[in-house]
Nanobody, 119 residues
């Protein structure tokens, strides 16, 4: 069963923008807070942005605060990540998930979407 489908990645120059989308299963989307994670080359996966179930509160890693915006569309079971002023260090595979599910013994991860920032 596919729980998350990420899309919207690509290759951009520094300073560019991308908008990522993640369609989640209705049961997960309606039950849990959601977040975007990324895994850079040779690095561990890290949480970059989160949003509550209601969408009323968001949080960001210091490295992306002020440049990235997380949002959600409840009607579409979709979480978005608007990424502006991209830097080479933003390069990686981006995944969405529910933080509470990531804490389980064997969390499910989607295929992710590749973001490459390079001149």
């Amino acid at each position: 069963q596919v729980l998350f489908v990420e899309s919207g990645g690509g290759s951009v120059q520094p300073g560019g923008s991308l908008r990522l989308s993640c369609e989640a299963s209705r049961s997960i989307f309606s039950t849990y807070a959601m977040a975007w994670y990324r895994q850079g080359p040779g690095k561990q996966r890290e949480l970059v942005a989160g949003i509550t179930r209601s969408g009323g509160s968001t949080s960001y890693d210091y490295s992306v605060k002020g440049r990235f915006t997380i949002s959600k569309d409840n009607a579409k079971n979709t979480v978005y990540l608007q990424m502006n002023s991209l830097k080479p260090e933003d390069t990686g595979v981006y995944y969405c998930n529910a933080p509470v599910l990531v804490e389980t013994a064997q969390p499910y991860w989607g295929q992710g979407t590749q973001v490459t920032v390079s001149s």
